[in-house]
């Protein structure tokens, strides 16, 4: 079993659709979880960044990690075209152990 | 803030020349840098962690010898492939750590290698 999960998709949505990512992981360790960006041929951009559980908003963007069930996700209201994009999930353990272990990523593409 | 830059962000060259791919935080100072390398559609793999003033920490897999690092100052970490061959041809990352608040790394553009 892989540390952490993501669905690679791809995952074709209409304008103004509503998006959600998700990824499961093993790991109890795992404290922070994070969801990047990364536009075809760019690096990762951070979108949200999240400790421990529960929810966060930036915008049309909203991070819910469930430590019980080892399962975070990503959603995206409203979606644009602009949004489309890989998405991928992130986490690591806390401390001072900064490495991060990645989803596969899931490629969104929003329709006009 | 937390602007991480590569140079260059492609380049070609012939087998055998080695390459070096510079990273730099932008506006903030990194004791830690991280050196990815991404093959088309898929994720990202960890290469190296680089720590200002030491020796960099290479993943199991990775030559060290292969891929010089190095992290002289704050702002700066350097990748260099040497002797290169088609097979070293991929997207190569860098991120940096920004410490304090949000502890996680901020990635570079990253730099496109294409080995003739």
């Known amino acids: 079993q892989k540390e952490v999960e993501q669905d690679p998709g791809p995952l074709s949505v209409p304008e103004g659709a509503i998006v959600s990512l998700n990824c499961t992981y093993s790991?109890?360790?795992?404290?922070?979880f994070m969801w990047y960006r990364q536009y075809s041929r760019k690096g990762p951009e951070l979108l949200m960044y999240?400790?421990?559980?529960g929810n966060k908003e930036d915008g049309r963007f909203t991070a819910q990690v469930d430590k019980s069930s080892k399962y975070i996700s990503l959603f995206i209201r409203d979606s644009q075209p602009s949004d489309s994009a890989t998405y991928l999930c992130?986490?690591?353990?806390?401390?001072?152990?900064?490495?991060?272990?990645f989803g596969k990523g899931t490629l969104l593409t929003v329709n006009p | 803030g937390a602007v991480v830059s590569q140079h260059p962000s492609w380049v070609i060259c012939k087998s055998g020349t080695s390459v070096k791919i510079e990273c730099r935080s932008l506006d903030f100072q990194a004791t830690t840098m991280f050196w990815y390398r991404q093959f088309p559609k898929q994720s990202l793999m960890l290469m190296a962690t680089s720590n200002e003033g030491s020796k960099a920490t290479y993943e199991q897999g990775v030559e060290k010898d292969k891929f010089l690092i190095n992290h002289a100052s704050l702002t700066l970490s350097t990748l260099t492939v040497t002797s290169a061959h088609p097979e070293d041809s991929s997207f190569y990352i860098c991120s940096a750590l920004l410490a304090g608040g949000k502890e996680t790394q901020y990635f570079g553009p990253g730099t496109r290698l294409l080995v003739l």
């Open positions: 999240t400790y421990s559980s």
């Open positions: 992130a986490m690591r353990s806390g401390g001072s152990n900064y490495k991060l272990t």
């Open positions: 790991n109890s360790a795992f404290q922070y």
